[in-house]
T-cell receptor, first 113, second 112 residues
Framework: KQEVTQIPAALSVPEGENLVLNCSFTDSAIYNLQWFRQDPGKGLTSLLLIQSSQREQTSGRLNASLDKSSGRSTLYIAASQPGDSATYLCAVMGAGNNRKLIWGLGTSLAVNP | DTEVTQTPKHLVMGMTNKKSLKCEQHMGHRAMYWYKQKAKKPPELMFVYSYEKLSINESVPSRFSPECPNSSLLNLHLHALQPEDSALYLC???????????FGPGTRLLVL
């Protein structure tokens, strides 16, 4: 059974820092991995999707990497800003017929001005 | 346009009421989803529609009844809910079930 773990659970950093959020999964037979952002009480915003055949994806100040064999993904945020404060969720889609997302519990990020 | 809309934003209902949540997307997506999210937890999948047919029901109690009238609309009919059903209900859509999911802002439901 696939399990997704995110470390750390919470992170507080000063503005301008580069930071790394970690996601690990137990079953390497994945179809893709997605990173989402959620602001308090709001819906989720898709940040990056990495297909199982890819190693990384970039969007602006965000870079996500995938190492399927070791069951790890990292989300790198460059030059963090207070507007980056949110919960970041990692979700894995299995490679079988059941296209469900298996979610981590998220990392709550606070970027302080 | 990558927008998924949900109405209402907030809903308060008694345990004997019947209400419906509505979700709409005009991105031409053929997969639509209902999720339930409790505070400080990730979303829990409830239902998946693929090409307007129910493809996944995660053993959701029958007091929740989904409906997909057409490829742009998804409803969730609620009846005889319990206080523990209070949560944020999120709708999402994707091109097909393997692609990026786009989420709506959610309906905050309170069952009294």
């Amino acid at each position: 059974k696939q399990e997704v773990t995110q470390i750390p659970a919470a992170l507080s950093v000063p503005e301008g820092e580069n930071l790394v959020l970690n996601c690990s999964f137990t079953d390497s037979a994945i179809y893709n991995l997605q990173w989402f952002r959620q602001d308090p009480g709001k819906g989720l915003t898709s940040l990056l999707l990495i297909q199982s055949s890819q190693r990384e994806q970039t969007s602006g100040r965000l870079n996500a990497s995938l190492d399927k064999s070791s069951g790890r993904s990292t989300l790198y945020i460059a030059a963090s800003q207070p507007g980056d404060s949110a919960t970041y969720l990692c979700a894995v889609m299995g490679a079988g017929n059941n296209r469900k997302l298996i979610w981590g519990l998220g990392t709550s990020l606070a970027v302080n001005p | 346009d990558t927008e998924v809309t949900q109405t209402p934003k907030h809903l308060v209902m008694g345990m004997t009421n019947k209400k419906s949540l509505k979700c709409e997307q005009h991105m031409g997506h053929r997969a639509m989803y209902w999720y339930k999210q409790k505070a400080k937890k990730p979303p829990e999948l409830m239902f998946v529609y693929s090409y307007e047919k129910l493809s996944i029901n995660e053993s959701v109690p029958s007091r929740f009844s989904p409906e997909c009238p057409n490829s742009s609309l998804l409803n969730l009919h609620l009846h005889a809910l319990q206080p523990e059903d209070s949560a944020l209900y999120l709708c999402a859509s994707s091109q097909v079930t393997s692609e990026t999911q786009y989420f709506g802002p959610g309906t905050r439901l309170l069952v009294l």
